[in-house]
């Protein structure tokens, strides 16, 4: 058995707060911080989507595997954690159904198509502010923003924005689409530096809402506490948090005509999505410290095998085949900096005039 660690994790989003609550299940000391804002993930629509992901967005195998292997854990992970995953599936109503059906078909998802709608019962949902709230009571949380972290003799300082240290045996990064905090070791500031902001805004709608999760050409209905959220824009580069009520409102308009639902009144909401250029998530550790980064549209849907991979790297455990799939310095990240790609050719033997030296 593992002897219990002292953990930071900086960011309570969905990723920060699953890693936390799995390391604290597996008997570890768990704190984490965060400012406490409207995050991505407490603007999600909660869906756990592996086929319709699969089957609507443009991924590779690579990707469909990991969302599949990230659903497969959700009932264990759920039940472990107190969370409430509902399990009625989804389906696609309107137009493009067929190719939805050959797509869903071609993966070797199970669906069934009935006139104009594609239902398949593999997708779930949850609640997300009850699901971070469950997430968040296992473990404690510190308000404030980190500012700094500093290598300490037992592992890791981290100083906020009031004057606070705490420090801890190990450190999990778990940031969002947020900029590096000063301190982090170079890779990680580089992995950092490497995920693209993409917004999303969808529309908390009042009234009835479908009884399943309705997928259309236009966008998504899932059933909420108070009606349904419909969405979602993705807005690769832009960071804007300002919603726009006018293309919110259009949203929900094509969105309720293509899966013929009523229209109520809406609230526009904003998150800020991270994603690496392959797409799948960074979990893991990078010098010294772990990260659980980047999940792109899917970070519900991946939290636990993000934090699964994550305790199982801080307890010095092989997580395989996921820990190499999702390792945060996997080839095609390239995150030498020019600076280390220059010095590397020059300690390789290969002449660079412009290398620095030092
Ligand atoms: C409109 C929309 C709909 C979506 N719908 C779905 C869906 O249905 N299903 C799904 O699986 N995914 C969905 N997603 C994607 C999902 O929300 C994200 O992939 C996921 O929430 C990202 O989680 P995260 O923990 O990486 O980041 P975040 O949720 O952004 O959390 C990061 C946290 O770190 C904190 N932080 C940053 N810097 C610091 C610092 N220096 N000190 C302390 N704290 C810090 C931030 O304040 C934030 O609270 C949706 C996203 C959007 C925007």
């Known amino acids: 058995m593992t002897s219990s660690l002292d953990v930071i994790v900086i960011g309570a989003g969905v990723l920060g707060l699953a890693s936390a609550a ?12 965060d400012p406490g804002e409207e995050n991505a993930s407490t603007v999600a629509a909660g869906m756990i989507a592996p086929a319709m ?3 609507l967005d ?4 690579d990707v469909v595997a990991v969302l599949t292997a990230a659903r497969r854990l959700w009932p264990d992970f759920a039940r472990r954690h107190g969370l409430r995953l509902i399990e009625d599936g989804a389906e696609w109503r309107g137009q493009g159904g067929e190719e939805v059906a050959r797509r869903l078909h071609a993966l070797a998802w199970e669906s069934e198509i009935t006139e104009d709608r594609v239902a398949t019962p593999h997708d779930a949902r949850i609640e997300p502010a009850e699901a971070l709230s469950h997430l968040a009571s296992r473990v404690g949380v510190v308000t404030g923003r980190a500012m700094e972290a500093q290598r300490a003799e037992r592992g890791w300082s981290v100083v906020l924005d009031d004057g606070r240290k705490l420090s801890a045996d190990r450190l999990v990064v778990a940031t969002g689409a947020g900029p590096a905090l000063k301190g982090l070791p170079p890779k990680v500031a580089a992995l950092i530096a490497r995920i693209q902001p993409i917004r999303g805004q969808l529309a908390e709608v009042d009234g009835a809402g479908p009884a399943l999760t309705v997928r259309t050409a236009a966008g998504y209905a899932v059933p909420s506490a108070g009606g349904m959220v419909v969405g979602a824009s993705m807005e690769p580069g ?3 948090l300002e919603p726009d009520p006018e293309a919110a409102a259009r949203q929900v308009r094509a969105v309720c005509e293509e899966a013929d639902l009523a229209e109520g009144s809406i609230r526009p909401r904003v998150g800020v999505r991270g994603a690496l250029p392959d797409r799948l998530p960074a979990a893991g550790r990078l010098e010294g410290v772990a990260v659980a980064l980047a ?6 849907l991946l939290a636990p095998l993000v934090a699964r991979v994550v305790a199982d790297a801080l307890e010095g455990r092989p997580s395989e085949p996921w820990a190499a799939a999702l390792a945060p310095d996997r080839p095609g990240l390239d995150l030498d900096s020019p600076h280390r790609r220059r010095a590397k050719r020059v300690n390789s033997g290969g002449s660079d005039p412009s290398a620095p030296a030092g």
């Open 295 to 300: 999940p792109r549209r899917n970070g519900w």
């Open 22 to 33: 799995e390391l604290a299940a597996r008997g570890h000391v768990v704190s984490v911080i």
């Open 238 to 240: 832009v960071r804007d």
């Open 53 to 55: 992901e699969s089957a």
């Open 58 to 61: 443009d991924l590779s195998l």
